[in-house]
């Protein structure tokens, strides 16, 4: 039989990927343990340890992503804002 869920491995292509999409910071010092020799210190992880924490661990709660890229949308709704105090008509419901 095979043994695939047991043991996790590290994808280093997607955690260079998390990386360039974003940074990562830790929000609180605290240990993480994952497997069997795995633990993640958060006040000195690197940005792919936190990455990794964030993104395939999930502790959300102690780790905050602070995104580097911006979508297409995102300067538009900005330069909108700026432009009238109001609400846009298709905003409201």
Avoid: R, W
């Amino acid at each position: 039989m095979c043994d695939c869920n047991a043991k996790k491995v590290v994808d280093l292509s997607h955690l260079k990927i998390y990386t360039i999409m974003a940074k990562y910071k830790a929000i609180e010092e605290v240990t993480i343990y994952h497997g069997t020799n795995g633990v993640i210190i958060t006040s000195a992880a690197t940005q792919e340890e936190l990455a990794y924490a964030y993104e395939d661990l999930g502790a959300t709660n102690v780790i905050e992503k602070i995104s580097t890229s911006k979508t297409k949308d995102e300067p538009k709704k900005a330069t909108e804002k700026k432009k009238s105090g109001k609400e846009s008509s298709d905003s409201k419901e």
